[in-house]
Structure formats: C-alpha cells, structure tokens
C-alpha cells in the first residue's frame, strides 16, 4: 500500500518561505513524475507544480518565479519550495504521481499565510 505524506506546512507572514515535503513508502517515485495541488477553503482542488522522473518542471502561472519543485529519489521524497508567499496561496497542500492516482491522497499539509 502506497502511502504519501505531506509536510511542513504553517503559519507564515506575506513575504516569508516555507518548505513542503512529500514522502512516499516505498520507491514509487523514482519513475513516475510527481505534483502538488492545494484546496483552498471553498474552492476545488488545483494544480501549483509537477516534476518529472527527469527532472523536468512545470508551475501554475500563479506560482511561477516564487515555487520551486524538486526531488530526492534516494529518499523518496519530492519538496515544494515557497518564497514570497502571498495570502493568496492559503491551502492545504497535497502531492500525487501523475497521473493522479485517488488513492494516494494524504491527509496533506496546511499552509496559512497572514497579511
């Protein structure tokens, strides 16, 4: 059973950084690329960034230049850099493989920023 565990999440001011970590059990993610979303309260789950199994990026217009991806595929481990956070980006925030399996949701790692 395939686990993914979100963390690092918390109370940040505007301006500040935070750093996400998405764990998985086992290797699964040496070869499958791997996303995170965020669920703002009231709003529906969306996409923020992906990595490929090469390394490749991808970011949500919203996240571009702040968000940095990357990953640890000795540690199983992928991590969501966040500079210059906004109020605006307040969500809970979740990683998947791609393509998304639902049955490796994680409880997902909450993210508040304050104005």
């Known amino acids: 059973q395939v686990q993914l565990v979100e963390s690092g999440g918390g109370l940040v001011q505007a301006g500040g950084s935070l750093r996400l970590s998405c764990a998985a059990s086992g290797s699964i993610f040496s070869t499958r690329s791997v996303a995170w979303y965020r669920q703002a309260p009231g709003k529906q789950r969306e996409f923020v960034a992906l990595i490929s199994s090469g390394g490749t990026t991808g970011y949500a217009d919203s996240v571009k230049g702040r968000f940095t991806i990357s990953r640890d595929n000795a540690r199983s481990t992928v991590y969501l850099q966040m500079n210059t956070l906004k109020p605006e980006d307040t969500a809970v925030y979740y990683c998947?493989?791609?393509?998304?399996?639902?049955?490796?949701w994680g409880q997902g790692t909450r993210v508040t920023v304050s104005s």
């Open positions: 998947n493989v791609l393509p998304v399996n639902n049955d490796y």
